[in-house]
């Protein structure tokens, strides 16, 4: 059986004061991602009513490859630095393409 395309809802709170840094810290995790095989598109979104929040919209060919993504020295680097930028852990849903 093929592998289903997922879609990736990730959201970040930073923490007051850290709304840049935390900013920066997802943004430089953007151009290696979409670098990678089966990325499909990885988008980040601002609150504009919340400057605090961040949103990762993210689509994937497989959750095989997704579960590869995760492992990357990236997001492995971006995650170690959650404790200092955000105010909330990383709230993520996962999606799988029907249509």
């Not at 923490?15 to 840094?21: V, Y």
């Not at 979104?45 to 919340?50: F, I, K, L, R, T």
Request: aromatic letters at 6%.
């Amino acid at each position: 059986m093929a592998s289903k395309q997922v879609t990736v809802l990730a959201r970040f709170k930073a923490k007051p004061g850290m709304e840049e840094k935390a900013k920066q810290a997802i943004l430089a995790c953007v151009a290696p991602t979409r670098a990678e095989a089966g990325c499909i598109n990885y988008d980040l979104h601002q609150d504009p009513n919340d400057k605090a929040v961040f949103i990762l919209y993210e689509n994937w060919a497989s959750k095989e490859i997704l579960d590869q993504h995760l492992e990357t020295p990236h997001l492995v680097g971006l995650k170690a630095q959650s404790d200092e930028l955000f105010a909330e852990p990383l709230d993520i849903t996962l999606l799988e393409m029907i249509s």
